[in-house]
Structure formats: structure tokens, C-alpha cells
């Protein structure tokens, strides 16, 4: 059985009412109106994005998803398997990935970009195994920027908005949402936001 450590959302460990909780949830609602073909969820913890990305969805055909914990896989296979499910543990940062994997039509990553060094090859493997014309839907916390130290202990760092955007470049089109709990939108000039979730077409 998995325990909590605070890294990874396990709603059926945690209150329902927390705030992390309700925002995984949001994130993985909002992808799920651009969810279709082949589906990628990367880094998907304990796999609980894959109930809500599969519900009152028939576009999807199949959806894999991928994470470094052996841990976080085996708990999705137990408790988030359905007939569209895979699941595989593997590295972010593998450039095979897209060899081993095939291609996709629609790749999820939310909050795995900031746990790491490498980011550049990391958008770069998720380019690679996107099908051209796919949609890339990624998230992140707004912070101080790459060159300041970050509070969570689970992050290397995070990333202004300019940042960001800077290391999706290799995607032609992009457009950025902002999200502060259950909320995901366009932003609006007086609001303050948390979390930035772009969404990214090849």
C-alpha cells in the first residue's frame, strides 16, 4: 500500500476537500475536453487522472501512463485499470521514450517539469512523442524563477511565466491558462493565480 508523502496525489488517502486535491482534480477535468486518439499521461503518479480523463469520454482509444515510481505504477494498475489503460515505469528524461512508446495524440504532464534538472530534453522527448498536430496539456506552479531557490523540497526550481514559455518554444502554438484552485481560465488582469497550464499544439 502506498503511503502519503506529500509528492504524489493519492485521493483515496487523502480528504477530499483538500486544496491539492481539488486542484489535481481541475487540472485533469480540464484536459479531458482535449482528450483524444492515443493518450499520454507522463508522470502520472498513482493514476487516479486516468478515471477522470476516461468518464464521459469515448474519444479516448488508449491511454498509457508512465512514471518513474514502480511504487505509483503498481498502485495504478491495482486501483485505475480500465479496458483503454497501460502502465509503465520509466524515466521523463529517457530520449527513447518516443521509440519504445510510439506516438500520441494528446500527452498530459501536470507538475512534473519543475521536479527535475533537464527540462529542455524533457519538452524535447514530449515534441518527439507527439503526433504532428497533437495537443500538449502542461502544468506548472508560477515561482520565482530558474536562478532562486524554491521552498518545496519536491522541486528543483520554479519558473516565471516568461520562463515557461521560453522552454516550450519548440511547440507552434501555445496558449496559456492560469489556475487558482478549482479554477482554470484565460487570465484575468486582477486575479492572482497559482498554477500555469498550457496548452500546446505540435
Not at 118 to 143: A, C, H, M, R, W
Not at 162 to 187: C, G, N, R, W
Request: net charge negative; charged share 20%.
Amino acid at each position: 500500500m502506498m503511503e502519503y508523502t506529500g509528492e504524489r496525489i493519492i485521493p483515496k488517502l487523502m480528504n477530499p476537500k483538500n486544496g491539492l486535491v481539488i486542484e489535481h482534480i481541475a487540472r485533469y477535468a480540464f484536459a479531458n475536453e482535449f482528450c483524444k486518439g492515443r493518450v499520454l499521461d507522463i508522470a502520472c503518479g498513482s493514476g487516479y487522472g486516468s478515471e477522470i480523463l476516461l468518464t464521459d469520454n469515448d474519444k479516448i482509444t488508449k491511454l498509457v501512463g508512465i512514471d518513474i515510481s514502480t511504487e505509483s505504477i503498481a498502485y495504478a494498475k491495482q486501483h485505475y485499470s480500465f479496458p483503454q489503460t497501460s502502465y509503465y515505469t520509466d524515466n521523463a528524461l529517457n530520449k527513447d521514450l518516443h521509440t519504445i512508446y510510439g506516438t500520441f495524440d494528446t500527452i498530459i504532464s501536470f507538475e512534473t517539469i519543475e521536479h527535475f534538472e533537464g527540462d529542455e530534453i524533457f519538452v524535447q522527448n514530449l515534441y518527439n512523442l507527439l503526433k504532428p498536430n497533437g495537443t500538449l496539456i502542461i502544468s506548472t506552479p508560477f515561482g520565482r524563477g530558474k536562478d532562486h531557490p524554491c521552498s518545496c523540497p519536491f522541486h528543483v526550481f520554479q519558473y516565471t511565466e516568461e520562463e515557461f514559455l521560453e522552454v516550450l518554444k519548440p511547440f507552434q502554438q501555445i496558449a496559456m491558462y492560469h489556475q487558482i484552485d478549482s479554477t482554470i481560465e484565460l487570465p484575468k488582469e486582477d486575479q492572482k493565480y497559482y498554477l500555469m497550464v498550457a496548452v500546446c499544439k505540435k
